[in-house]
């Protein structure tokens, strides 16, 4: 059987869609409270504001990519207003306020 190229006259699309969903947009930035501050110092876990769309593996990826840390765990919580917020859990050969200190948070 003969296939037949094709070469059409104009794109099907206007506009050729890119993947901007990089770590610079999944990790909007930092969530600092109180509690930020109490959860770095017990269990050695950073919080940051997350793109909504991210799931747990594109934003350990996306962690990792910006800090040079692997993380140990991931949890995420769908806050209100749209917002999410994702709890990083280091490993123990990683400090916590070693990341708020290249963020400058302290």
Do not use: W
């Amino acid at each position: 059987m003969k296939t037949i190229e094709r070469a059409p006259k104009f794109a099907k699309r206007g506009v050729v869609p890119h993947n901007n969903f990089d770590k610079f947009a999944i990790l909007k930035g930092p969530c600092s409270s109180e509690r930020f501050y109490k959860k770095m110092e017990t269990e050695n876990t950073v919080i940051f504001y997350v793109d909504p769309r991210a799931n747990k593996v594109q934003i350990k990826e996306a962690f990792n990519q910006s800090f040079g840390v692997k993380a140990f765990r991931v949890n995420t919580m769908n806050c209100f207003g749209g917002k999410k917020k994702a709890y990083i859990k280091l490993p123990k050969t990683n400090e916590a306020s070693e990341i708020a200190n290249k963020i400058g948070l302290i």
